[in-house]
């Protein structure tokens, strides 16, 4: 599953080819579900605000992580986007969306645009050396993986404040967090 930054960066790979304003002939769908049906705000959008963001967290009893994987809260974040937009905003995955203070609801939405700017500025991520995995349109792999601050860094340091990054499951995803800089709810 293409997340926010994997998009984008193939979106300006055709726009270089000079797809724009081409006309399209065939079109190889790979997955028959890629899911358009309630698409949630583009977080990167000028619309998507911290009042935004607060607005589809508010009164929600769901923890955070699959809500924000949940395309219809926030399109484009996925596993990977999700646990490095948490560790940056200090928030535990499994707070309830509803219990975020303002301060930390703005945090949460700075820390989900810095993520996925990066991201997309270096070409988004690309994990193993499968063919299914993510390319660019000009076959290059994206380097975000190095930039990866909690993401399947299970034992490395928290590159904040040192202690080991630990690997829980949350909602059937595996997730990626410090126990320092992300307490857990009471
Ligand atoms: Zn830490």
Same mark, same amino acid.
């Given at each position: 599953m293409p997340?926010?930054?994997?998009v984008?960066t193939?979106?300006r =790979?055709?726009?270089?080819?000079g797809?724009?304003?081409?006309?399209?002939r065939q079109?190889?769908?790979r997955?028959?579900r890629?899911?358009?049906?309630?698409?949630? !705000?583009? !977080?990167?959008?000028?619309?998507?605000?911290?009042?935004?963001?607060?607005?589809? +967290?508010a009164g929600?009893?769901?923890?955070? *992580? !699959?809500?924000? +994987?949940?395309q219809s809260?926030?399109?484009? +974040? =996925?596993n990977?986007?999700?646990?490095?937009?948490?560790?940056r905003?200090r928030?535990?995955?499994?707070?309830q969306a509803g219990t975020l203070?303002?301060a930390e609801t703005a945090?949460?939405h700075a820390?989900i645009? *810095?993520?996925?700017r990066?991201?997309?500025?270096?070409? /988004?991520?690309?994990l /193993?050396?499968g063919?299914?995995?993510?390319y660019?349109?000009?076959?290059?792999? /994206?380097r975000h993986?190095d930039?990866l601050?909690?993401f399947?860094r299970t /034992?490395? !340091? $928290?590159p904040r $404040? =040192?202690?080991?990054?630990?690997?829980?499951?949350?909602g059937q995803r595996g997730t990626h967090?410090c126990?320092r $800089?992300?307490?857990?709810p009471e």
């Amino acid at each position: 599953m293409p997340e926010l930054p994997e998009v984008e960066t193939v979106v300006r =790979g055709l726009r270089a080819a000079g797809a724009v304003g081409a006309r399209i002939r065939q079109v190889d769908v790979r997955w028959p579900r890629t899911l358009l049906a309630r698409l949630g !705000p583009e !977080p990167l959008a000028a619309a998507f605000t911290a009042a935004a963001l607060r607005a589809r +967290l508010a009164g929600r009893r769901r923890m955070l *992580k !699959p809500l924000l +994987l949940d395309q219809s809260t926030v399109a484009g +974040l =996925g596993n990977i986007y999700v646990d490095e937009a948490l560790w940056r905003a200090r928030l535990h995955p499994c707070r309830q969306a509803g219990t975020l203070a303002p301060a930390e609801t703005a945090r949460l939405h700075a820390a989900i645009r *810095k993520v996925l700017r990066e991201a997309v500025d270096i070409g /988004g991520t690309s994990l /193993g050396d499968g063919r299914a995995n993510f390319y660019s349109v000009a076959g290059r792999r /994206g380097r975000h993986a190095d930039n990866l601050r909690v993401f399947r860094r299970t /034992g490395a !340091p $928290c590159p904040r $404040c =040192g202690r080991p990054v630990v690997r829980i499951v949350v909602g059937q995803r595996g997730t990626h967090l410090c126990p320092r $800089c992300q307490p857990p709810p009471e």
